[in-house]
Nanobody, 117 residues
Framework: QVQLVESGGGLVQPGGSLRLSCLAS????????MAWYRQAPGKQREMVAV???????IYADFVNSRFTVSRDNTKNTVYLQMNSLKPEDTAVYYC???????????WGQGTQVTVSS
């Protein structure tokens, strides 16, 4: 059974940093496109960052070079390093794993990130 387990969320002051991790119990993890999404209260879920299997990355405009997505295929883990956090970054952050040839699309349970003084 596929599981994505996020960790690393919490309360941080504006300007601070957090590193989110997502451990995926997936066979052939290296083939999957891994992504981070977020959902703030009353808003739709939105893409934050994507890392495809080859290593290319895509970021939402609001990231503005503050976040970095990375993956360690030996550990079946994807990371999101978040720096210069702002109150508007407050949201539940979700990990997503997708592999269209297998019609695979999996989500984690989310981890809360709160940016507040």
């Amino acid at each position: 059974q596929v599981q994505l387990v996020e960790s690393g969320g919490g309360l941080v002051q504006p300007g601070g940093s957090l590193r989110l991790s997502c451990l995926a119990s997936i066979n052939m993890f290296s083939k999957y496109t891994m992504a981070w999404y977020r959902q703030a209260p009353g808003k739709q879920r939105e893409m934050v960052a994507v890392m495809i299997s080859g290593g290319s990355t895509i970021y939402a405009d609001f990231v503005n070079s503050r976040f970095t997505v990375s993956r360690d295929n030996t550990k079946n883990t994807v990371y999101l390093q978040m720096n210069s956090l702002k109150p508007e970054d407050t949201a539940v952050y979700y990990c997503n794993a997708a592999y269209p040839p297998y019609d695979a699309d999996f989500w984690g349970q989310g981890t809360q990130v709160t940016v507040s003084s």
